[in-house]
């Protein structure tokens, strides 16, 4: 069998120029555009600690969201796929990035934290190991450089 290729399109418009362009650092905003086809586009920013609007989606917001929403695909697949009924899912999910002292910077550390509650008489030790074949068959997590953990809660309703 042979690998599949997909391929994944974005465009980016910057919106920030403010008349005189980057004539100056603090002469423009970082304010841009995410679209994807007909996609409901994403309004960009830099984080506010390099200048950019706080009420915008920043780039490393973004690397958080993609690990956080590829691995509660993926577990939700193989809940649905091994049985086990998931009725809520939520994730608090958290990025660190370490600044140098010239300004570059990366990732190095994400931790997610699933809450699932799971519909009464589902396997909740089946469920907690299903989180660790979600983080083996991510996409996102299987891409980064930087240590992905996972503190997960199973949560059984009652009947």
Same mark, same amino acid.
């Given at each position: ?5 997909h391929r %994944?399109?974005?465009r980016?418009d ?5 008349g ?5 650092y603090r ?5 841009h555009?995410l679209?994807?086809?007909?996609k409901?586009?994403?309004a960009?920013?830099s984080?506010?600690?390099f200048?950019g ?7 490393e917001d973004?690397?958080v ?9 993926? %577990? ?6 091994a ?5 809520a ?6 990025g660190?990035m370490e600044?140098?002292p ?8 994400a ?7 799971l519909?009464p ?5 089946k469920a907690?190991h299903l989180?660790h074949?979600?983080?083996e068959k991510c ?8 240590p992905?953990a996972h ?5 059984v309703?009652d009947?």
């Open positions: 069998m042979t690998n599949k290729l %994944y399109r974005v980016l910057w919106t920030g120029n403010q005189t362009g980057t004539s100056s002469g423009y905003s970082r304010d555009s679209s994807a086809g007909t409901a586009p994403i960009g920013s984080d506010p600690g200048r609007d706080p009420a915008r989606w920043n780039p973004l690397v969201a993609a690990l956080s929403s590829c691995h509660q695909l993926w %577990y939700l697949h193989l809940c649905a796929t049985g086990v009924i998931v009725t899912y939520e994730d608090d999910a958290e660190v600044e140098q010239d300004g570059a910077g990366q990732f190095v550390s931790v997610l934290r699933p809450r699932v509650t519909a008489g589902s396997d909740a030790d907690l989180h074949t979600a983080a996409f996102v997590a299987r891409s980064v450089n930087f992905v503190e997960p809660t199973i949560v309703a009947a």
